[in-house]
Nanobody, 121 residues
Framework: QVQLVESGGGLVQAGGSLRLSCAAS????????MGWFRQAPGKEREFVAA?????WYADSVKGRFTISRDNAKNTVDLQMNSLKPEDTAVYYC?????????????????WGQGTQVTVSS
């Protein structure tokens, strides 16, 4: 059974940092695109960052967030610095095993359950 499990969410003040982790089990994702998405209340799920051999970021997080992966541990992390209240959302880890996409959430075939990030002003 394939599982993606996120951890590291929480409450932080604006300007602070959090590190999200995603642990995959059930198969290896070393050749997959791994992504982070987020969904704020009343809004659609949006792309945040992705990694394969290269990295990609949404304009809204570029320069503040860093995605990384450890293929030996089958994990992908999202370091979030200089957090803003508008970063408040549920953050989801996802895997695209076919490598078909970077930003299109519907083409990712595995998803975690999400972890809440709340940034207070």
């Amino acid at each position: 059974q394939v599982q993606l499990v996120e951890s590291g969410g929480g409450l932080v003040q604006a300007g602070g940092s959090l590190r999200l982790s995603c642990a995959a089990s059930g198969r290896t994702f070393s050749k997959s695109v791994m992504g982070w998405f987020r969904q704020a209340p009343g809004k659609e799920r949006e792309f945040v960052a992705a990694i394969r051999r290269s990295t990609w970021y949404a304009d809204s997080v570029k320069g503040r967030f860093t995605i990384s992966r450890d293929n030996a541990k089958n994990t992908v992390d999202l370091q979030m610095n200089s957090l803003k209240p508008e970063d408040t959302a549920v953050y989801y880890c996802a895997a695209d095993s076919n490598g078909d996409t970077i930003t299109t959430s519907s083409l990712y075939d595995y998803w975690g359950q999400g972890t809440q990030v709340t940034v207070s002003s």
